[in-house]
């Protein structure tokens, strides 16, 4: 009892796909939008990039601030920018330095005098418009973000370079 196999006709299939052209013209559209989209990752990147290194820093003052009041005794922070090495912020016992990352750069000149608190949370420097270093990436040299320590020992940072930062951004 053989059953007759029915052969397959050419002419009629029911078989759906996609063709060799439409395959790489939705390659072609595809590779376009990836190459349209690399610029505005790279500097999403940047700016999120400078915007952690910022916030850090900005945050290890603060705490350098409540320290000094805390324990009673003076804090310094030092920033220190070397033409080929990563930059860093000195801070004094117990607080250890502070790295920035390695495209994140301080832009020079940084001020003469450390940033310090005294005892009472006051910045060490008497000058009025407080101290402000400047933090710039070097994905994209146009963005600059500022930390000033007022007087008051207030630390403030901003998305600008501006000197003072009056603006508190935390968004």
């Given at each position: ?45 940047a ?34 920018s ?55 990436s ?34």
């Amino acid at each position: 009892m053989k059953k007759n196999m029915p052969i397959l006709s050419q002419a009629t299939s029911e078989e759906g796909g996609f063709t060799l052209v439409e395959i790489a013209i939705v390659g072609a559209i595809l590779s376009i939008a990836a190459a349209l989209s690399v610029p505005n990752f790279l500097q999403m990147y940047a700016k999120h990039e400078l915007y952690q290194a910022t916030t850090s820093l900005y945050n290890r003052l603060v705490l350098a601030r409540s320290s000094a009041i805390s324990r009673n005794a003076m804090i310094a922070a030092t920033p220190s920018s070397t033409p080929m090495g990563l930059d860093t912020v000195a801070f004094t016992a117990p607080l250890g330095p502070e790295t920035l990352p390695e495209k994140i750069r301080f832009i020079t000149p940084l001020p003469v005098n450390p940033l310090g608190f005294t005892p009472r949370g006051l910045s060490t420097n008497p000058n009025p418009l407080g101290q402000t270093i400047q933090l710039r990436s070097t994905r994209d040299p146009n963005l600059i973000y500022s930390i000033t320590l007022m007087p008051s020992g207030k630390v403030t940072w901003c998305r600008q370079a501006i000197n003072p930062c009056v603006i508190n951004e935390r968004s």
